[in-house]
């Protein structure tokens, strides 16, 4: 990590993909902890981990919560607000921008994975989620996915960034682990995400394409609900393989960072629903140069084509 000892507001950030202005909202809500050096404000490795151990139980009540909901008229979406699902720094800073200039709808964010994500979306729950699973079959990314889970539903596919999905290892790569197939050995402990997140998605179909029996890998089904936490599992030598991305590994001293395979980070609108103000105030965001710049230069994160239309279902 930058520095074990007092990260930063712009660190914590960066660790939780989630903008400056959220760190200091955490800070005022009493969600996670901080200590003042002069008038700067500081915090732990711990404080981080404490904030991702306690966030995750809170998610998980909020999923089961969305999840367990009947389904909802036209006036309880209005009522909810403008929900945007998915886990990136991107999403944070495009509730942020939207936020800016309200309109009537408030704008609001749900961390669920991409899979449930989409389901929610379907469900009429969401109102975008943000998606990356790849389907080996086609070797694409989250068309499949899309027809599959909005059966019936007519929907777009925007393009929000590339990103590089691969391996925490610790620092040096004391194991000399190299790619999918070490997976299979014995001496390799990983930690997993939960069901539905698009690493978890990314790895088990690379376990089924190489016959490797998910039980049959050593901390398989030991999760964690942030990338976070898996390269902090994995810095502290609790694990010797993680799946993740380019940008948290290039936050945390402790690990390298294996590059395997680049992933199309995007969203998923209902096509009806393109024609209503939130949409196309995002879609205006996205869009834009001065958007588009706040991320050009970010290790991990390639925007060259953010805010188009790629597909449609």
Not at 266 to 295: P, T, W, Y
Request: with cysteine.
């Amino acid at each position: 990590m930058k520095n074990q000892t007092a990260l930063t507001v712009q660190d914590v950030a960066e660790m939780l993909n989630i903008a400056k202005n959220t760190v200091y909202d955490l800070i005022k809500r009493k969600e996670i902890n901080s200590y003042k050096v002069g008038r700067k404000v500081r915090f732990t490795l711990k404080d981080v981990e404490d904030y991702i151990s306690n966030s995750k139980k809170i998610r998980t009540l909020e999923k089961c919560e969305i999840c367990h909901a009947e389904n909802i008229s036209a006036e309880g979406q209005k009522e909810k607000g403008f929900v945007i699902c998915g886990q990136d720094l991107v999403l944070d800073a495009l509730v942020e921008s939207m936020q800016k200039k309200p309109l009537q709808q408030p704008v609001l964010r749900s961390y669920l994975s991409s899979y449930d994500g989409l389901v929610e979306l379907y469900r009429g729950n969401a109102s975008v989620t943000a998606a990356h699973l790849w389907d080996s079959s086609t070797n694409t990314y989250n068309i499949p996915f899309v027809r599959a889970l909005l059966p019936g539903v007519s929907a777009v596919i925007v393009h929000l960034t590339v990103r590089i999905q691969g391996f925490f290892v610790a620092k040096g790569n004391p194991k000399h682990i190299k790619g999918w197939e070490d997976l299979g050995r014995k001496d390799i402990k990983i930690v997993n995400r939960e069901k539905g997140a698009g690493s978890r998605v990314l790895l088990d179909e690379h376990l089924r394409l190489l016959g490797i029996k998910a039980s049959s890998v050593n901390g398989y089904f030991t999760e964690t609900a942030a990338h976070v936490g898996l390269a902090s599992t994995v810095g502290r030598g609790d694990a010797d393989i993680a799946v993740g991305s380019e940008f948290i590994a290039c936050q945390m001293e402790s690990v390298d960072f294996i590059p395997l395979q680049k992933e199309s980070f995007e969203l998923v609108i209902k096509k009806e629903d393109l024609v209503k103000d939130s949409v196309r105030q995002m879609m205006r965001i996205l869009e834009s140069s001065q958007f588009r710049q706040e991320f050009e230069g970010i290790t991990g994160y390639d925007v060259a084509n953010m805010g188009t239309i790629v597909a449609e279902t």
